[in-house]
């Protein structure tokens, strides 16, 4: 899922000015299926506006540390407040060339379909992404986008009229292969 031209590791002169970020992947069962909460950016943002992603953000000054930072911005973008959750685990960092953001990913799980508060400002929309049925019938796709880095054609998922791509699918991917060497989903 990494994008072409783009590059997991830190060069030397970005080490002093990365900027550590938590994202938090939040997931509750429902009918059978396990479901991955997922946003849409408002396409006012400064960066990453408009891209699926998952709720999250840099961390700031008042953060102890990359979770603290995910519970803190999930609870500002949806409304989902640490009381609701229970983290399972963290997964691989992930660094990020072109924002120069580290990204620290955190498993939630939520016991049903959480009641959200969205945002308006930072987030456009929820998606409910259907981990189970992806496992399944897993659909890589690959799409023509505009970047800060020009034009390229990338992988990624179609879901609900979206595209997910880059750090968010990767993420998404990781944790998908968990479950799957689990074998938490049979066929």
């Given at each position: ?123 456009e929309k929820m998606l409910f992404f259907p981990l189970i049925s992806y496992l399944r019938h897993p659909e890589v796709k ?46």
């Amino acid at each position: 899922m990494l994008p072409p031209g783009r590059d997991l590791k830190v060069s030397p002169g970005n080490i002093q000015s990365i900027m550590p970020s938590g994202v938090l992947l939040p997931i509750f069962p429902e009918n059978g299926e396990l479901f991955a909460c997922m946003i849409k950016r408002s396409a006012t943002m400064k960066i990453h506006a408009g891209q699926v992603g998952f709720p999250g953000g840099k961390q700031d000054q008042n953060d102890t540390n990359a979770k603290d930072t995910a519970l803190r911005e999930t609870s500002e973008e949806i409304g989902l407040t640490h009381c609701e959750i229970e983290i399972l685990g963290e997964l691989t960092p992930l660094y990020v060339s072109v924002s120069n953001f580290m990204i620290y990913p955190f498993v939630a799980w939520i016991d049903k379909r959480p009641m959200l508060s969205l945002n308006r400002h930072e987030v456009e929309k929820m998606l409910f992404f259907p981990l189970i049925s992806y496992l399944r019938h897993p659909e890589v796709k690959y799409k023509s986008l505009h970047t800060v880095s020009g034009k390229f054609k990338v992988p990624g998922i179609s879901f609900e009229g979206e595209f997910i791509w880059g750090a968010t699918a990767m993420i998404l991917m990781e944790f998908l292969d968990i479950l799957k060497k689990r074998k938490f989903i049979r066929g």
